[in-house]
């Protein structure tokens, strides 16, 4: 029965480039017929235990005389009865086609001097001997077997190498080198490592396994056999080896053997690179990494494709024309000089960085609300910002904003010929160099006046890196389209505010007795929305929505907003139209939400009572809330043409009252601790009553 060799998974690091790489390995050359018929477990439960008797091993030869030579990888050292000696030796001598296996073993100075030889007899009946030791390189994997071994000064063959020379007739010109041999073979001249051995390749489907026992009982054909290099050994619990051949496997000792007596036949034995070579893709490396690391933003990919052109290449190369140029020893110094390079790179990137942020934080300031640039210039800006900026680019201010005139007036258009067609002016920037080594970079603003040309002025010694110069002028740039953007902006604010006022004048003439009111409403509105936590946007919202709120009246006649007593039901219902007026009036102007809301919702109740949308409870927004119950106090303790002011303890009994039916109970309690009208004496507001982001 033929029995494949099956895998063992091993634990532990994994698994070489070396080995991957001749995973992917078919040789191409000569292929030998082999078989390998080994002791096992079967064996021996049917025999008995090892050694077997040396008749079984005799007729285990005949059995295999189909053969095209038997390689026997159990040494017999030790003598049996006489019989059984000459009975094997015999058999094997009549065959003519044996090789025994030899073993090296250290001598006293722990050299491997001492041989190892079958018993006389046997030794001189065989056809020839080889070695068959093996041995792992540093992480305990087997890929190598040694071509010859050198025994006492003297080259002795190894067993793949015995095998070769009796099949092929040739003889190898063994030249004895440093360190070692020279061995060529036909048109291979093979110097392979420090100990001259050749890696060993090993086929898939791997070659078949055969039990002892069955080949002896006829269960396997004598025909499996013939013309087959059969190699005989021990594959039995505490009489044999396993080898790690790396890629998680385990082989069996004489499998192992037989993998490189067929790696020899194929002529797939790869060649150490020259140290030439080594050297000389390490200095390649190294310079594509240092000059990739100022590539900037792609010098990462660029030297990901590198280390993969350079896998791709030495696995061409090992593929192709058998040459082993391991990729990593040229890696070591290329990411060395990337490592270098990067930091001498992190040197300018901070410089950069340090620009950047200035940059940043210098934007975010001109942001801030209580920036006004009808009071700080662009040119006030720059100089109380540029000793961050000089601190790190090493760049001066010189004139942060100047006409032509001005630059004239400064001796630049002469001395440096700075005008639009030889400096690119128009284009925004020049850069000029002054005969004392000094350099100016001559940036065009944003037109911050009207018809006006503006530019600003820098200078610097020596050299700098593009990247500071660069970024100082982003920086520049940058704040003047900001400022610029500020100054239209407060523009258009302070346009839209006037006409506020003009609204709220017109309200207040139409309606003298409550002149005033809008503007204490949203400034009331505004207190509510501090103490319960609005952001700056949300309370400039509510306050303008407070001025606005009334904005409605304006279609009310004026006799039913000057009538001295109560209004009839008819009148009611007329001045209950104005939020839907203001709310009509204000829509052309897109106004935020907030104060769209307060306008529409300042007469709404929590009980859905109110008007004009009879809104209730959740329906009822935040703004609508607060103007509500400012609306009211700013009402109650204001003097009418239909009532007097009233007091302090009326207004608290009332708010009070109207709490859950008119009013927020948190916003009723919060304006209460506001104006000094609550029970409590501290002016914070207590945490009870305050507005969580639910209640809007």
Same mark, same amino acid.
């Given at each position: ?20 790489y ?7 050359g ?47 050292p ?15 001598k ?6 025994a ?13 001492d ?31 040694h ?20 099949i ?11 360190n ?13 490592g ?5 890696k060993i ?15 002896i009982?006829?269960k396997v054909s ?13 594959n039995a ?11 998680g ?11 490189? /007596?067929q790696? $020899? !036949? ?7 690179? =020259? +140290?030439?070579?080594? @050297?000389l #893709? ?23 494709l ?7 290449? /030495?696995?061409? $190369? !090992? ?7 391991? =990729? +990593?020893?040229?890696l @070591?110094? #290329?990411?060395?000089?990337?490592g270098?390079s ?15 942020r200035?940059?940043i ?9 209580? !920036?006004?640039?009808?009071?700080t ?9 540029? #000793? ?5 680019s ?7 904003l ?17 005008n639009?067609?030889?400096t ?33 002025l ?31 902006n407060?523009?258009?604010?302070d ?20 002149a005033?009111?809008?503007?204490r409403v ?12 609005l ?9 303008l929505?407070?001025l ?5 009246k ?8 000057n ?15 104005h ?6 009036l204000?829509?052309?102007?897109k106004l935020p939400?907030?104060i769209?809301?307060?306008i529409?919702?300042h ?6 009572l ?7 409870d959740s329906q ?10 400012a609306?009211v ?22 708010l ?26 501290s002016?914070?507001?207590p ?10």
């Amino acid at each position: 029965m033929i029995a494949f060799y099956q895998p063992t998974v091993l634990s532990g690091p994994a698994m070489s480039i070396f080995d991957f790489y001749q995973a992917q390995i078919k040789p191409t050359g000569s292929l030998e017929k082999m078989a390998i018929v080994l002791v096992g477990e079967k064996t021996l439960q049917e025999v008995g235990a090892w050694p077997l008797p040396r008749r079984l091993h005799a007729q285990l030869l005949a059995k295999l005389n189909l053969s095209r030579i038997i390689v026997l990888d159990i040494i017999f050292p030790e003598h049996t009865t006489p019989e059984d000696d000459a009975f094997l030796a015999a058999v094997a001598k009549e065959s003519d086609k044996v090789i025994a296996g030899i073993q090296l073993m250290p001598d006293e100075t722990g050299l491997m001097n001492d041989l190892v030889l079958p018993y006389p007899e046997l030794t001189e009946s065989v056809k020839s001997m080889g070695i068959v030791n093996v041995q792992p390189e540093s992480d305990g994997i087997y890929r190598d077997y040694h071509f010859v071994w050198p025994l006492k000064d003297n080259p002795f063959p190894s067993m793949p190498l015995a095998v070769y020379i009796e099949i092929t007739g040739k003889i190898p010109e063994i030249t004895s080198v440093k360190n070692g041999y020279q061995v060529k073979l036909g048109n291979n001249q093979v110097l392979i490592g420090k100990d001259f051995t050749f890696k060993i390749y090993h086929p898939d489907p791997p070659i078949p396994i055969y039990e002892y026992i069955d080949v002896i009982t006829g269960k396997v054909s004598p025909e499996q056999f013939r013309d087959a290099i059969t190699f005989v050994g021990v594959n039995a619990s505490g009489a044999s080896d396993y080898f790690s051949i790396g890629r998680g496997r385990l082989i069996p000792g004489s499998a192992f053997i037989a993998n490189a /007596t067929q790696t $020899l !036949f194929s002529g797939w034995i790869p060649e150490k690179a =020259p +140290l030439w070579a080594i @050297l000389l #893709s390490g200095g390649v490396l190294s310079a594509l990494g240092w000059l990739s690391s100022f590539i900037r933003r792609w010098s990462v990919p660029i030297m990901l494709l590198v280390f993969a052109a350079w896998m791709l290449l /030495t696995y061409f $190369l !090992f593929v192709q024309y058998r040459i082993w140029l391991s =990729p +990593l020893p040229p890696l @070591l110094p #290329s990411l060395v000089a990337t490592g270098l390079s990067a930091i001498v790179r992190l040197k300018f990137l901070a410089v950069d960085w340090q620009i950047q942020r200035i940059s940043i934080d210098s934007l975010l300031f001109l942001g801030r609300q209580d !920036f006004d640039p009808s009071k700080t210039t662009f040119a006030d800006f720059l100089w109380n910002n540029w #000793s961050d900026i000089e601190k790190w680019s090493k760049i001066s201010l010189v004139l942060p904003l100047a006409s032509l005139e001005d630059l004239g007036k400064a001796g630049f258009t002469d001395q440096h010929q700075l005008n639009s067609s030889k400096t690119n002016v128009n284009l925004g920037a020049a850069v000029v160099t002054s005969r004392t080594g000094i350099r100016h970079l001559l940036l065009e603003l944003p037109e911050l006046e009207a018809g006006e040309k503006h530019f600003t002025l820098l200078a610097w010694h020596g050299r700098l890196s593009s990247e500071v110069v660069k970024s100082v002028a982003a920086l520049i740039l940058s704040a003047a389209m900001h400022f610029k953007a500020l100054e239209e902006n407060q523009a258009r604010k302070d346009l839209f505010y006037g006409l506020i006022d003009v609204i709220i004048g017109a309200v207040d003439a139409k309606d003298p007795t409550t002149a005033g009111h809008s503007r204490r409403v949203a400034n009331i509105s505004r207190e509510l929305g501090v103490a319960v936590g609005l952001s700056e946007k949300e309370l400039d919202d509510i306050h303008l929505g407070g001025l606005l709120h009334d904005v409605g009246k304006i279609g009310i006649p004026d006799y039913i907003l000057n009538k001295p007593g109560k209004l009839d039901p008819h009148e009611m219902a007329i001045m209950q139209n104005h939020p839907g007026i203001g709310e009509e009036l204000m829509s052309k102007i897109k106004l935020p939400e907030i104060i769209m809301k307060a306008i529409v919702e300042h007469h709404e109740r929590l009980d859905g009572l109110g008007y004009p949308k009879g809104l209730k409870d959740s329906q009822l927004s935040l703004a609508g809330r607060i103007l509500k119950i400012a609306d009211v106090f700013d009402a109650l303790s204001s003097k009418r043409q239909y009532k007097e002011q009233m007091s302090e303890e009326k207004v608290r009994e009332i708010l009070l009252s109207g709490i859950g039916t008119d009013f927020d109970e948190k916003l009723t309690h919060v304006l209460l601790h506001l104006k000094g009208l609550d029970i409590e004496d501290s002016k914070d507001v207590p945490d009870q009553f305050m507005i969580q982001p639910n209640d809007t």
